[in-house]
């Protein structure tokens, strides 16, 4: 019972690829839908061996002497691969709708990227990684306010970078922390006490302050993140936390437009929550310095709240004194069909703290001013991100820009999640609560068919997927991703339930 | 008082470069000393503004509409950068010892790794990030074999890369977390109460560990490396932090060899203090885990400690179940003449976890096949590392190996050392302490001296330098820092000194 608990999340672990088999040979429509200017792209999917295939096993055997390779699924040829498609190590071809984990903005090996590349005026900046919080290159600010901050999201005017998500996530947590004590302390100097009983880890120095999360979060895995993520026990498992206050999340029903009674109700259990949590823990002496969330619970489910509910939880923030910090980790960089996920609360008061790491290649976060640090080397590491990742980003965000990729993603998300609304009519049976923003997409596969018949398809896998939750399949393609290739995955998709019902 | 104590740690915080000033303008002896094949470097120091400059005045201003520039020292020009030489972006030219916060390992620029730049086969690479927990690419096991494991500590098999400093911290505390709890569960699965207590942050799922660490070492800045970081208060202030032991490290008095008893006491009784916490934090339900320690505390001032120390701390955690876990983020790479800092203690029974980042250029850590958590995606994130970082790394190692920098690094290091021997008996009423390992060498200054007449020499400076601790300077030059660099850093230091008398 308890093992089968265990294999049962591992078999659905977030980060475990999904693939879908197609009946004989993978059958594509690039003929049919129109064809647009991504020219590196490759016409449709093509396979060789099953996978994992020959060569990727004996690789995985030789990397199984360095460490551990539970997780890996094959081995990937990124030279060959292109646009919207991986390449593997034994020549399969697969239109990739999971992206890296979603961290692959405009596809594998965009031109505009390569040459980048090519310029050798860009050499000193990958060859000589800076410490950028004491010596930064000459041209740091301009890369910062032709890339970051050409993207701000509203009311933010300052941005840190950092190496990863989990690091932007900690040092926002850290950036909440200084600020409300800041602020409980009327912004004079510490006490010799809180000097003295920092170095040792005790109050008052080191404060009981807490961060509330909600159940189903997913922040990040160092420990202070690892706090406030409640999506799998596998990554909590032996790992000391903190007593910090856990909001439920609304599980909305779907069709939203069937239950918008229930899912109202819903939301305001939780918002009901968050406010009894904050009272709660300022009762224990555990006040909540800020409240972490993410737009869309990812990796817990694809679990989605409305703008109502957002805009709300941003007021009990500002009537509790608590920092409000959006984790777009995940969701920003364009996915959901604006730039940050969070633009479509149409938030009147902007958050204090917008996280991001994954598509935006460099990590960080946004602030407003008052939530900076007040003194130097309070947020400070040696690399501080790095700046050949800001060099990509810049261009990255031209060809979003030239391409009009926010646009097209709107429109091939549409197309997506119509044809997973289809589809979900057509096989009650099997699949459920199709729900998305832009490409930001995901729909639940009955238990059964989830397990026998979709995960254990090794055989001509044409399409990369990735799980999340407990019964969710999550679609997380690149920008690039077109209405034609949406009816590519539609098209293989419909094939597999056909088989399966 | 309170805020001069603030500004006082401020002045001395870790990162805070320091500069030396020539008397009239900078005097090298670069012809005089003996001059090797790093072709790239330039002569020496060359000084045309006040640091910082008008331009970096300028862009300091301009980025301070960004974000916090407190800690900013100057801009800097990294494509003219070469060698041991930093070029800001008034044109002035520095003698680094400090590289970075010490993770330059070869010098700006060096030929080898611009030559890896123009290699078209490795665009793939740069361009195509991958997740390498779940898709590696092809020459991953390869790479891994040549770079990490090519250098891999005795008795580590396994390596697991990360994106920096603390994360690679933060995952080897969580190894040896796992490690301890399926110890101490006898391998046997988890309970269901585990699981499902995790996924709240409570007890046992999220049990009462702790990780031992020592006074005045650093160990990373999120929250759990946080916690066993304790060398400046700024770093830790307002942020909450675990219930974890703190164990005195040595003090040794200086010169070693006229305070051999005394040292050996304090080494001593800092070891029966480790031994008490361990039991005590063991009664009070917190198990100690892991013994994190570095070789030398390098933030914290520059602490060593003697081989027997290290090798008798080893013994506490075998006696106590406890893993071992030595933090090279600082030390490792090739520093201290040997590739390890801990390879100089002679340690016949290897430590468990030892970990890196900085000059190796990607974090991660090496561990003994026992640690290796047992299932996948309990050690895991996005990026898990870089493969750009690999390849660099690489041809680094490739280098050090070329031009035998480890003893380049040994005779260069002496010459600093004794020089700053003589020194110090030329000038003991400003000097002291100088001690060293290879090149990671430093010396106090006197407090008078140190705040009124080196921090504050804001013209001609000719030499970068890092403090640490309360009142040293540590060296922390590039690996191809030749004993005829250390003679211009001399000369320069020399000069000042005389002019402080």
Redesign the interface.
């Given at each position: 019972?308890?093992?089968s608990?265990?294999s049962r999340?591992?078999a659905l672990?977030l980060?475990k690829?999904l693939w879908l088999s197609a009946p004989a040979r993978c059958r594509y429509v690039s003929k049919a839908a129109a064809k647009t200017q991504a020219d590196f792209d490759y016409d449709g999917p093509s396979m060789k061996t099953s996978v994992p295939g020959p060569?990727s096993q004996e690789?995985t055997k030789?990397?199984g002497?360095?460490?551990?390779?539970?997780?890996?699924?094959?081995?990937?040829?990124?030279?060959e691969?292109r646009g919207n498609y991986?390449v593997d190590?034994d020549g399969n071809r697969m239109l990739d709708l999971y992206t890296?984990?979603s961290?692959?903005p405009i596809g594998?090996?965009?031109p505009a990227?390569?040459k980048l590349?090519a310029n050798p005026?860009n050499?000193?900046?990958?060859?000589?990684?800076?410490?950028l919080?004491?010596?930064?290159?000459?041209n740091?600010?301009d890369r910062?306010?032709e890339s970051l901050?050409s993207v701000a999201p509203s009311g933010m005017?300052?941005?840190?970078t950092m190496?990863?998500?989990?690091?932007s996530n900690?040092?926002a947590?850290?950036s909440m922390?200084?600020w409300?004590?800041?602020k409980e302390r009327g912004h004079s100097?510490?006490?010799?006490e809180?000097?003295?009983t920092?170095?040792?880890?005790?109050v008052p120095?080191?404060?009981?302050?807490?961060i509330l999360s909600f159940?189903g979060s997913f922040h990040?895995?160092?420990?202070?993140c690892l706090?406030t993520t409640?999506s799998?026990?596998?990554?909590?498992?032996?790992?000391?936390?903190?007593?910090?206050p856990?909001a439920p999340f609304p599980r909305l029903q779907y069709p939203l437009e069937e239950f918008s009674r229930e899912n109202a109700q819903e939301e305001s259990r939780c918002l009901e929550e968050v406010e009894d949590l904050i009272v709660k823990w300022r009762q224990k002496g555990k006040p909540v310095a800020g409240i972490v969330v993410e737009p869309i619970q990812a990796e817990g489910g694809d679990n989605h709240a409305s703008p109502d509910f957002f805009r709300s939880l941003r007021k009990i923030t500002r009537k509790h004194g608590c920092a409000f910090h959006v984790d777009e980790v995940q969701t920003g960089g364009g996915t959901t069909g604006k730039f940050w996920a969070h633009e479509h609360w149409g938030l009147e008061d902007p958050a204090d703290i917008v996280s991001f790491?994954?598509k935006l290649?460099t990590g960080g976060y946004f602030q407003r001013d008052e939530l900076?640090?007040n003194?130097?080397?309070?947020?400070?590491?040696?690399?501080m991100g790095d700046p050949?990742k800001n060099l990509?980003l810049s261009e990255v965000l031209n060809v979003i820009r030239r391409e009009n990729l926010l646009e097209e993603v709107t429109r091939s998300g549409k197309a997506l999640l119509n044809g997973l609304y289809e589809l979900q009519a057509q096989y009650p049976g099997i699949l459920s609560r199709a729900r998305g923003q832009g490409t930001f997409c995901a729909v639940d596969i009955s238990w059964a068919h989830h397990q026998n018949s979709i995960c254990k398809t090794y055989h001509s896998k044409c399409v990369i997927l990735g799980g999340c939750g407990e019964r969710s399949i999550r679609f997380r393609p690149a920008l690039i991703f077109k209405e034609y290739h949406a009816q590519i995955f539609l098209n293989i998709f419909s094939d597999v339930l056909a088989q399966l019902k």
């Open positions: 019972m308890v093992s608990l265990i999340q591992l672990s980060h690829n060569r690789l030789q990397l002497e360095m460490q551990n390779v539970g997780a890996v699924n094959f081995f990937c040829n990124y030279e691969s991986l190590v890296q984990i961290s692959i594998y090996n965009h990227l390569l590349m005026n050499l000193s900046t990958f060859v000589n990684r800076p410490a919080g004491i010596l930064p290159p000459e740091f600010p910062l306010a901050l005017t300052r941005v840190q190496a990863c998500g989990s690091c900690e040092n947590f850290k922390f200084i409300y004590k800041n100097t510490p006490s010799n809180d000097l003295s920092c170095m040792i880890n005790q120095g080191c404060p009981d302050l807490s159940m990040g895995r160092t420990m202070g706090a409640h799998k026990a596998i990554h909590k498992l032996d790992i000391p936390s903190f007593d910090w856990i790491s994954k290649l900076q640090a003194e130097p080397y309070r947020i400070f590491n040696t690399w050949s990509f």
